[in-house]
């Protein structure tokens, strides 16, 4: 039998992970709620949110903007897009350098979509000379695919410069800032975005439930009939919100109340900016400490986003991660594992509900199961 989930009074771990996140209490206070989906109240709420992302974004419907939400994780977000958006005799250039390019290169295949992968090392940011010369040398490309943040090792890929390539070869822009959006200012129209994909237990801080899409309404509107899915076609989607306010499905109720109260936390801190400096001081506050008991980050510091930090695993004999992880967990602060193929890492996330005296205390956590571990730990001042 697995053991119980604590008492709702015993405190939870710390995620230290890239979502589901830390949340407020006030977010988690929101879901104690029976929203009727088809309520005229219900569907109030879901008009707000659809409105604020687009604040958040920094964008205007009278611009030309239009934001979708959708039920399920990220993936489903992403996946939608391509299933919604690429047109019979369309063709997708990806571009990855970690696990959730990669996931997009699956999606493509399964739907058996031509594509074409402009891949870079883990540690190496996309490029958009590389994208440059693809794109004039295959005329038949539409859309190009990118990760703003690639979770898998925390880098930062330049979607900026990748959309001024896109942009003038005339080419759709798809951009997976699942866990950059929020926590970074992004200029939609400078980086030329019709696509961008988030979800709700990033950034914004609330629970998992649902993805959402903010793009382009011309763009989205010129798919009609091209749709490989039922349920995850995002032009339907945004008829029914249009039609009667409604999800076309069922909706995730409980995640939407939370989104509703994290969109508030997030005006509190001053929105994109003020969270970018939470989450800044969060990971400069345990690069630091880290360092100071001799963990290194994988990543150059050129390329390090402030949402994950991968670091290289303790280079001894009495290290390993399980035992590591289950002393750190047992401490009450949950790490996650590396995902990178070439080197030994484990990776420690900093964004959610979390601050600088937590990054602090993980640090102390780590230090002491290393201890126990006999593991040796540097002490530089
Ligand atoms: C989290 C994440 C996703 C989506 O993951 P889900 O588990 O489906 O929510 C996609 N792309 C990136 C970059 C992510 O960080």
Request: proline share 17%; glycine share 8%; net charge neutral.
């Given at each position: 039998m697995p053991t119980p989930t604590?008492?709702?009074?015993a405190k939870d771990s710390l995620l230290f992970t890239p979502g589901p996140l830390t949340t407020s209490l006030a977010v988690k206070q929101a879901m104690l709620h029976d929203a009727g989906s088809w309520h005229w109240e219900f569907n109030a709420k879901v008009k707000a949110i659809r409105e604020k992302l687009l604040a958040v974004a920094g964008v205007l419907r009278a611009d030309g903007y239009e934001t979708v939400l959708l039920q399920g994780s990220g993936t489903f977000g992403v996946e939608a897009v391509f299933l919604t958006g690429i047109p019979p005799e369309g063709k997708v250039a990806v571009l990855s350098n970690g696990a959730y390019g990669e996931r997009m290169v699956l999606m493509l295949q399964h739907a058996r979509i031509p594509h074409v992968v402009l891949r870079t090392d883990e540690d190496v940011p996309s490029d958009p000379a590389a994208l440059d010369a693809l794109l004039a040398s295959d005329p038949a490309i539409t859309h190009i695919a990118a990760v703003h943040c690639e979770t898998t090792t925390g880098i930062l890929n330049p979607i900026r410069e990748l959309g001024a390539v896109t942009r003038r070869h005339g080419r759709i822009y798809i951009v997976d800032a699942m866990s950059s959006f929020g926590a970074y200012p992004i200029d939609f129209q400078e980086c030329g975005i019709d696509y961008l994909i988030s979800s709700a237990n990033k950034c914004i801080e609330g629970v998992p439930g649902f993805s959402f899409v903010i793009c382009r309404r011309a763009v989205l509107l010129?798919?009609?009939?091209?749709?490989?899915?039922l349920s995850m076609n995002l032009l339907d989607q945004l008829k029914g919100f249009e039609k009667n306010g409604q999800f076309r499905y069922t909706p995730p109720t409980h995640a939407l109340l939370a989104f509703e109260q994290a969109l508030a936390e997030l005006d509190l801190e001053g929105g994109p900016r003020g969270r970018a400096a939470r989450y800044h001081s969060n990971h400069e506050t345990l690069v630091t400490a880290m360092r100071r008991i001799g963990l290194r980050p994988y990543l150059d510091p050129a390329h390090q986003s402030h949402i994950i930090t991968s670091f290289r695993y303790p280079e001894h004999p009495s290290y390993n991660w399980t035992d590591f992880y289950r002393r750190v967990a047992e401490k009450g602060f949950l790490l996650y594992p590396g995902k990178i193929s070439k080197a030994d890492t484990f990776r420690i996330g900093n964004i959610g509900r979390l601050f600088p005296a937590d990054m602090r205390a993980v640090v102390y956590a780590i230090r002491e199961a290393l201890v126990e571990m006999r593991v040796p730990v540097e002490t530089t001042p």
């Open positions: 604590p008492l709702p009074t010129a798919t009609e009939g091209w749709a490989r899915s």
